[in-house]
């Protein structure tokens, strides 16, 4: 019998945020994947009188390694004009 691999594509894992100190910061954080890119994920409870908004609010934000960036940043530089 093979064994099957586990997908976790357009999947998120939250826990609870334990380092919460703000009302502000997240209730839960974790991490999802969506499409095969890795996010991080935030999961917050929205305190509202209003019976039809919503109860929670996800954010994800793209996990982005810090070569990536520098690489990205030094790329433009080299392509972009210099003014004087």
Known sequence: MSEQQYDDNNKASLWVNDKKVEDWHADFNGTAKINNVEYYANLM???????KAPKWRMTFTPKIKKEETS??????M???EIPF
């Not at 409870?45 to 019976?51: E, G, L």
């Open 45 to 51: 409870k929205v305190d509202s009188d209003n019976a």
């Open 71 to 76: 690489g990205a940043i030094v790329d433009k």
């Open 78 to 80: 080299l392509k972009d």
